[in-house]
């Protein structure tokens, strides 16, 4: 028998590309709503219910209201809000964070799926935290770039639509200035430190694909490392995953530019490590979909891990590096 999946939110960006993701999998059932009942909360509540596995593509209040109509102890959840990144209660949906989280996922009931940018500072930083080369006091800052589909309909429409008022958005800005963004306090949690770091997000004019980078002066950490040990440090902790990528130095070495857009369509992660001519700086960078691996294809592969499947059932081929 297949696997029953309710998609709550499914009209929403992050629901729609998660529903094109599924419809290509082998072995599930998707449940759905008529379009006059979408928001009918008993009919959620049955939905809910019904299913085996409820992913929920909501804003953070109406998820937590989702998970409390659940009642069958039998239905697993994934949540793509901000509302349960940091709850304990919940497993944080990145399978190659660190050590046995694939099988933490694999076996919880609750699974939190991460924010794109969060994904893509926990990937660069924890293992740096974790392997002690970057103590967990250390002042960190993060830049940020992503596609303006991460924003939702509203952005999506001022982007796309003539017929908006706001057609004419500038090609780039900053945004979050008070220095509160929402994904704060999972980078914090997630990542291992002390205080949360200093994040610095923005939007361009193209719809998806993400940069993260996090310049290091590496004459100020403790063991005052080269760009080479980053390197290392990465490529072990991620040896053998299937979405996250450590690009060769001698690939990441002679790159002029890096393009957000790169790894669209597709789960991917690549991660690179640039370093100055004297050893004494280094950059590390982040690629990604924020739809994908930031998002939507993220939930697939959790789901997958969650019922057993391939990890990537469902989603597109990598590309090659």
């Keep these: 028998m297949a696997w029953r999946i309710f998609i709550d939110g499914m009209a929403g960006t992050t629901g729609l590309q998660i529903r094109e993701r599924l419809f290509r999998h082998s072995a599930l059932e998707l449940l759905t709503l008529p379009e006059a009942r979408r928001k009918d909360l008993e009919a959620r509540r049955d939905m809910l219910n019904t299913a085996d596995l409820a992913v929920l593509c909501l804003p953070d209040e109406a998820a937590r209201e989702a998970v409390s109509l659940i009642e069958a102890p039998e239905v697993r959840v994934i949540d793509a809000s901000t509302a349960h990144r940091v709850a304990p209660e919940w497993a944080y949906g990145f399978p190659e964070m660190t050590q046995g989280q694939s099988a933490r996922i694999a076996a919880a009931k609750r699974v939190s799926n991460p924010g794109c940018y969060s994904t893509a500072a926990i990937a660069l930083l924890r293992p740096l935290v974790e392997a002690g080369i970057l103590p967990d006091g250390f002042p960190v800052t993060v830049n940020a770039v992503s596609g303006y589909s991460g924003g939702g309909r509203k952005l999506i429409e001022s982007f796309e639509d003539p017929a908006t008022d706001q057609f004419t ?12 963004h929402k994904h704060l306090p999972e980078m914090h949690h997630h990542i291992g430190l002390e205080a949360p770091p200093v994040f610095v997000p923005s939007v ?117 590096a």
Excluded: C
């Design 169 to 180: 958005e500038s090609p780039f800005w900053l945004y979050g200035l008070d220095l509160a």
């Design 204 to 320: 361009g004019r193209f719809a998806q694909g993400m940069l993260a980078s996090v310049p290091l002066a590496l004459r100020a950490l403790p063991s005052a490392p080269r760009p080479r040990d980053l390197q290392a440090v990465l490529e072990a902790h991620y040896a053998g995953a299937r979405f996250v990528r450590v690009i060769p130095a001698g690939r990441s070495g002679p790159i002029a530019r890096l393009e957000p857009e790169s790894l669209n369509g597709t789960n991917e992660m690549h991660l690179h490590v640039f370093g100055s001519p004297d050893g004494q700086r280094a950059l590390l960078v982040a690629q990604l979909d924020n739809l994908g691996k930031g998002a939507s294809g993220a939930a697939v592969q959790n789901l997958n891990i969650m019922l057993g499947f391939d990890e990537a059932e469902g989603l597109t081929p990598q590309h090659a």
